[in-house]
C-alpha cells in the first residue's frame, strides 16, 4: 500500500479514535452503565455511527466508480453460521465481564487510560487461542 | 431525557457521528471497510508461522491495519490534549475483569469475525443479516453478563 494510502488510514483512525474520546465509550466505567441501563448514550453512539455509515456504503458506490485512491470498493461479508452467531454470544460475555472492546480498547490508550493495555494483552491472548486452536482458515 | 441521559446526549450523538465519518472517509478514500477487531489477529501474522495466521485475509491488511489502529490512539490524545485540557482518565475496573473480559471478547470477536465496531458499525451500515443477528446477541449477553458482574461484587 503506498504512503498516501497509509497516511489517509491513520488520518482516518485518528477521526475514529478521536470520535471513541469524544464520546467517553474510552471509559469503560460508561460502557458499562449502558449494560446496566443506567445511560443509554452508547445506543446514541452505535446509532449515530451506524446511519452516517449506512448513508456513505449504499451512496458512494452509486456515485463514485472507485474510491479516490485504490480500484474497488471493498466488501466484508458477514456470513449466517454458528461462528458468527456462537462467537457473538462470546464476545458479548467478554464486552460484559470488563465494559472493554477492541476499538476503545486501543484509543484509551491515547488518553493515558493505561489499564487498558491489560485488555489489548487479553484482546491479543483470545485472538491468538481462537486463530491457534480453533480458527477456521477459510 | 435526563433519567436516560444523565451527563447529557450531545457528545454521545457528536462522537457517534464522527465515528461514522471516520469509516466513511476511509472508505471513501481507499475501499477498505474500518471494522477493529482484526487487528489482534493480523498482527500475530508477522511472529506467528502458524497458517491460520498467514491467511491472505490477515498479511494483507496487517500493515494498514496497525497504522489504522495508530491512528485510534492518536485521535484519542488529540482530543486529551486539545479539548479536554489534558485531563486523562484511567479506569478503576479490577485487572482481572480487564484481561478476562479482554481475552474472551478477542476470542469471541476473532470466532465472529467482527466486534462492535465491526459488526455495528460496519456490518449494519451495509445491511448485513448475520452482523444484525450478532449485534442482538452480544448486546444481549453482555447486559446479562454486566448485570451479574455488579451483582457478584465486580465494578
Avoid at chain 1, 453460521?81 to 480498547?105: H, Q
Avoid at chain 1, 486501543?106 to 491472548?125: D, E, H, K, R, T
Avoid at chain 2, 511472529?47 to 485475509?57: E, T
Avoid at chain 2, 485521535?75 to 480487564?98: H, K, N, P
Wanted: glycine share 14%; aromatic share 12%.
Amino acid at each position: 500500500m503506498k504512503t498516501s494510502h497509509l497516511l489517509v488510514v491513520l488520518l482516518c483512525g485518528a477521526l475514529f479514535g478521536f470520535g471513541l474520546a469524544a464520546s467517553t465509550m474510552i471509559r469503560p466505567e460508561v460502557v458499562l452503565s449502558f449494560l446496566r441501563f443506567k445511560d443509554f448514550g452508547l445506543l446514541l453512539v452505535l446509532g449515530g455511527a451506524a446511519a452516517v455509515t449506512l448513508i456513505a456504503y449504499q451512496l458512494l458506490p452509486r456515485l463514485m466508480k472507485k474510491p479516490l485512491l485504490a480500484e474497488n470498493f471493498g466488501k466484508h461479508p458477514s456470513v449466517m453460521n454458528r461462528d458468527t452467531l456462537v462467537g457473538a454470544a462470546i464476545f458479548g460475555i467478554g464486552w460484559g465481564i470488563s465494559g472493554v472492546c477492541p476499538g476503545p480498547a486501543i484509543a484509551g490508550l491515547g488518553a493515558g487510560n493505561w489499564p487498558l493495555l491489560i485488555s489489548v494483552a487479553g484482546l491479543f491472548a483470545g485472538a491468538y487461542v481462537q486463530g491457534r486452536w480453533f480458527g477456521n482458515a477459510n | 431525557m435526563a433519567t436516560i441521559f444523565p451527563t447529557g446526549f450531545a457528545h454521545y450523538l457528536a462522537g457517534g457521528i464522527l465515528l461514522g465519518l471516520a469509516v466513511s472517509l476511509l472508505f471513501a478514500a481507499t475501499g477498505l471497510i474500518g471494522g477493529m477487531s482484526t487487528v489482534f489477529t493480523s498482527t500475530w501474522s508477522w511472529v506467528s508461522k502458524v497458517p491460520f495466521f498467514q491467511d491472505a485475509r490477515f498479511t494483507q491488511s496487517r500493515v494498514w491495519r496497525v497504522v489504522y489502529a495508530a491512528g485510534l490512539v492518536l485521535g484519542a490524545l488529540a482530543f486529551i490534549v486539545f479539548f479536554s485540557g489534558g485531563a486523562t482518565f484511567q479506569t478503576s475496573i479490577s485487572w482481572w475483569q480487564l484481561l478476562l473480559g479482554g481475552f474472551v471478547a478477542g476470542f469471541g470477536a476473532r470466532m465472529s469475525n467482527g466486534c462492535t465496531s465491526g459488526h455495528v458499525i460496519c456490518g449494519l451500515g451495509s445491511l448485513q443479516p448475520p452482523s444484525l443477528a450478532a449485534v442482538c446477541i452480544f448486546l444481549g449477553t453482555a447486559i446479562v453478563v454486566a448485570n451479574v458482574v455488579k451483582a457478584l461484587g465486580g465494578l
